[in-house]
């Protein structure tokens, strides 16, 4: 127990020095995840051995990981990955796929592209670490830009689809049985999906005790959402897949319960998963790493780098250029699309994970899977410095193009446009930035966004200068109007979408009764041809009778031609 209390304490200190070096460092350009990693390689058993993974360590981990995808679940967008931007996402992997086992085909890995070693070399290159760029988007308020919706779109695609392959190809069972097990929890995330949508509905009451619940000591809102990402990771690890998918899928379903977003519920989860979980899992996968700096050693991270770029980064830049918004005109201009490529092509959780996997099979040497995921870590570091190199300012303008109301005019860099107060106050200083755009569910406040929106400290200042208090009061004023601006669109919105179901519930009705009337009608048809049929034939019989009765009994021929 003191080993494990003494590798928390080194783990801990070092999540607490990564954060103060980042800010250290001129426009943060080394990400906090980066120094977390290199933190743990120093306290590890590469280096000075201070810290080294016990049982209870490695459990802490695999919780940091399933927050860290928990996180990474809830800031994506079904609705967006059901458009266009998740279908070329999607494009963009499955291309990835096809060139990553081409590489393995032509670098000639032992054992051949399908063998374990190559199957995990090709996963790990079609991977794209969503979860370690999130808190670096989070951090250069890229998440609500158009931008950042794209990156996030062929981050989703590039986590669930190489732990889709690891869970099909990577596992002990064959791939039917696989398949099989990956459909059944699949529908038992619907089905989650589903009971929750009913008590939304018919459990008004609890929900309300939940919510009631959240401010109190009893952190009702917190305990549901450990209690749904605890209790899909357990079904995961039950059906033997991997934690990630659990998780995804717990995050996936906490977006749907609250689609609109939480402001205070994000704020915990935030508080509880990147305060002490997420830099559990990075310092600890840097522990894991074992350095070597041998001559072999370094041309194979360098040349996995550049099949990384190739394999991933080549594929989601095509598939940027070739978006369209629905005028017909790009969607993202050329650096934008370069920018959206370096993001996606950073990626190590997946290489940790299917390392771990190749050498538990005995397929990979320890050696050559540290390689690779020293070559990730390269990855996160290098990548987003090439991604902020890419940046602009322009590239923060809202994804939505209803949100630039809230946010206020703007000009062509993305600064704030001059603008007059309607109560008379005059112009606002020319150097006053646009307020942030409205931010997605998940989204902590940043760097550059203030906790409160309607105190403005007396020390703030415009262009190095102490506001005054005319100014205070008009940047509280705008403050003020933009939230109010952002109340009215969140209301508006919420009141459209109950409008929208409300009219197709009445189309539905109608097209119901229609369809009842239009069967009923043709049910009193038939009954009604029916009826005239028997009384045809009745009168039939009738003078059949009454001619035999007569004597004069008509030929068969007759009787054939009347009853016709």
Not at 23 to 51: D, K, Q, Y
Not at 72 to 93: C, F, K, P, Q
Request: contains cysteine; charged residues 20%; proline residues 4%.
């Amino acid at each position: 127990m003191g080993t494990t209390f003494l590798s928390l304490f080194s783990i801990v200190v070092v999540a607490f020095i990564a954060p103060l070096l980042s800010w250290v460092v001129p426009r943060r350009i080394v990400p906090e995840t980066v120094l977390l990693i290199l933190g743990g390689l120093v306290i590890g058993p590469s280096l000075l051995r201070i810290a080294s993974q016990t049982t209870s360590i490695e459990f802490l981990r695999e919780l940091g990981l399933a927050f860290l995808f928990l996180m990474a679940g809830y800031e994506i967008d079904v609705n967006e990955l059901r458009g266009s931007g998740g279908r070329h996402a999607m494009v963009a992997w499955l291309g990835s796929l096809g060139l990553a086992f081409a590489a393995v085909w032509l670098i000639g890995v032992s054992g051949g592209p399908l063998s374990v070693n190559g199957i995990a070399i090709a996963i790990a290159m079609t991977s794209t670490a969503i979860g370690t760029i999130l808190p670096i988007l989070r951090e250069r308020g890229l998440l609500s830009t158009a931008v950042g919706a794209a990156i996030l779109n062929h981050g989703a695609v590039g986590e669930v689809g190489p732990v889709i392959l690891m869970a099909l190809l990577l596992g002990s069972r064959s791939t039917w049985a696989s398949l099989a097990i990956l459909l059944a929890f699949v529908a038992i995330t619907l089905l989650i999906v589903r009971f929750t949508d009913n008590v939304k509905r018919a459990g008004r009451r609890l929900v309300e005790a939940i919510h009631l619940g959240g401010t109190t000591t009893a952190q009702t809102t917190i305990r549901l959402t450990v209690l749904l990402l605890v209790g899909l990771c357990t079904l995961a690890a039950i059906f033997d897949l991997d934690v990630v998918l659990g998780a995804f899928a717990a995050g996936f379903i906490l977006r749907y319960a609250v689609p609109g977003g939480s402001r205070e519920l994000e704020d915990k989860l935030d508080g509880l998963a990147y305060g002490f979980f997420v830099p559990i899992f990075f310092v600890t996968s840097g522990m894991a790493i074992e350095l070597e700096l041998s001559a072999s050693a370094l041309a194979d991270l360098a040349a996995f780098l550049v099949l990384l770029v190739a394999v991933r980064g080549v594929p989601v830049w095509l598939a940027s250029r070739l978006e369209r918004r629905r005028d017909g005109s790009p969607a993202y201009s050329m650096r934008q699309s370069l920018q959206v490529a370096v993001y996606s092509t950073t990626a190590l959780p997946i290489i940790v994970a299917v390392t771990q996997a190749a050498v538990s099979s005995g397929a990979m040497t320890q050696s050559f899977a540290s390689t690779l995921v020293l070559a990730g870590a390269a990855s996160v570091l290098i990548m987003p410095a090439a991604g902020l190199a890419l940046g602009s300012r322009a590239d923060h303008a809202p994804a939505v193009e209803a949100l630039a109301v809230a946010q206020g005019p703007v000009d062509a860099e993305g600064r704030g446009a001059q603008i007059a107060d309607s109560a008379g106050v005059d112009e606002v200083p020319e150097r006053l930035p646009a307020s942030e755009p409205r931010r997605p569910a998940g989204l902590g406040p940043t760097t550059t966004q203030p906790e409160s929106r309607t105190r403005v400290p007396e020390h703030a200042g415009l262009g190095g200068r102490r506001l005054s208090e005319e100014e205070a009061r008009h940047l509280a004023a705008r403050l003020a109007q933009i939230e109010a601006d952002r109340v009215h669109w969140r209301t508006q919105m919420r009141l459209q979408r109950s409008l929208d179901r409300e009219e197709a519930q009445q189309r539905r009705a109608v097209r119901r009764a229609l369809a009842r009337e239009r069967r009923r009608e043709e049910r009193d048809q038939v009954r009604q041809l029916r009826a005239e049929a028997i009384e045809i034939r009745r009168q039939a019989r009738q003078q059949d009778r009454e001619q035999a009765g007569a004597g004069d009994r008509p030929s068969w021929r007759e009787r054939l031609r009347r009853r016709r």
